[in-house]
């Protein structure tokens, strides 16, 4: 039977494991959240998940039959908290798959003091996200503008003519390319903080 003065060493020794074990499973935890926003982000780059275009070099000639043409559109948005001005030199384009396109995109800081931001973007239908093909593209770069300065972006651009032999969307012809200017913080965009709602007297 063992005296009181060892069953403190004992508990005592047993509370530093727990302690020890809850602070790495936090860590732990914390690490797989950090990891898994830029694990996503890779995952949806290669594969066009979520809407998330493909990156690539600009296609070779086309030696086939030409193919009918998708019209790609552009949607231009700001956070609220960045004031910048923002839009496309074209609301539409006719893209031929397999033929590059290029649509430049102007914005301009509208408020009082120096601002940066970096854009990012999706395409819808999400499907067709991995049918189109960015050669080049201003997103996920950081851009500093003076107030009242405007600068113009390229994007260059190609919708794979694979898309035409995909059973679920081959048919279609419009895609939307959305791009959002966020303010920019370390290289990331910084999303706007939803305000809470109202409690409700229900």
């Known amino acids: 039977?063992?005296?009181?003065?060892?069953?403190?060493?004992?508990?005592?020794?047993?509370?530093?494991?727990?302690?020890?074990?809850?602070?790495?499973?936090?860590?732990?935890?914390?690490?797989?959240?950090?990891?898994?926003?830029?694990?996503?982000?890779?995952?949806?780059?290669?594969?066009?998940?979520?809407?998330?275009?493909?990156?690539?070099?600009?296609?070779?000639?086309?030696?086939?039959?030409?193919?009918?043409?998708?019209?790609?559109?552009?949607?231009?948005?700001?956070?609220?908290?960045?004031?910048?001005?923002?839009?496309?030199?074209?609301?539409?384009?006719?893209a031929v798959p397999g033929q590059t396109a290029t649509v430049f995109f102007k914005v301009t800081n509208t408020g009082?003091?120096?601002?940066?931001?970096?854009?990012?973007?999706?395409?819808?239908?999400?499907?067709?996200?991995?049918?189109?093909v960015k050669v080049q593209c201003f997103c996920f770069d950081e851009h500093t503008l003076q107030p009242g300065e405007s600068a113009e972006f390229p994007l260059v651009f190609y919708v794979d003519p694979r898309l035409r032999q995909d059973p679920d969307i081959g048919s279609l012809s419009e895609m939307t390319l959305s791009y959002t200017y966020y303010p920019s913080k370390n290289g990331s965009p910084v999303a706007e903080v939803a305000k809470p709602r109202a409690a409700s007297n229900f």
């Open 112 to 132: 009082p003091a120096p601002a940066t931001g970096i854009a990012v973007f999706n395409v819808q239908p999400d499907l067709m996200g991995s049918y189109f």
């Open 1 to 94: 039977m063992t005296d009181p003065a060892e069953r403190q060493k004992q508990a005592a020794r047993g509370a530093r494991w727990t302690v020890l074990a809850c602070a790495g499973v936090v860590l732990g935890m914390g690490g797989l959240a950090l990891a898994s926003a830029p694990l996503y982000d890779m995952f949806c780059k290669a594969t066009g998940y979520g809407g998330t275009p493909q990156i690539g070099a600009a296609p070779g000639a086309s030696t086939g039959e030409a193919l009918a043409p998708v019209t790609v559109r552009f949607d231009t948005n700001v956070a609220k908290s960045l004031s910048w001005r923002f839009k496309p030199e074209q609301s539409r384009v006719e």
